[in-house]
């Protein structure tokens, strides 16, 4: 079956960090730019970060640079987020999504309304940022 599953997400307090993962199900990640996005309750969905296929390219949601990092292990077919400094305010669901072949213009990645023409979406792990 082929599928994105995203994992590691919790509950961290307040300036804490954790690290998602977007691993591939089926298919080769390496041949895919792939997206971060995450959904408030309430709120639409956002493009946070992004990656080019050969990794070579990054971008970020203005409310995340400078915290979060995309990186991509293309060997072990997997992408992750580090997320540090994290604020309450980053409580969402994130998911991954992939785009086969960055047939995506990259500067469109990140919009939220970009999510439905990903190849690949991933079901989303929950992140709660509390004390």
């Known amino acids: 079956q082929l599928q994105l599953v995203e994992s590691g997400g919790g509950l961290v307090q307040p300036g804490g960090s954790l690290r998602l993962s977007c691993a591939a199900s089926g298919f080769t990640l390496s041949h895919y730019a792939i997206g971060w996005f995450r959904q408030a309750p309430g709120k639409e969905r956002e493009g946070v970060s992004c990656?080019?296929?050969?990794?070579?390219?990054?971008d970020y949601a203005d409310s995340v640079k400078g915290r979060f990092t995309i990186s991509r292990d293309n060997a072990k077919n997997e992408v992750y987020l580090q997320m540090d400094s994290l604020e309450p305010e980053d409580t969402a669901v994130y998911y991954c999504a992939a785009d086969f072949k960055d047939k995506l213009a990259f500067t469109f990645l990140l919009r939220g309304t970009t999510w439905q023409y990903y190849d690949y979406r991933g079901q989303g792990t929950q992140v709660t940022v509390s004390s």
């Open positions: 990656i080019s296929s050969s990794g070579g390219s990054t």
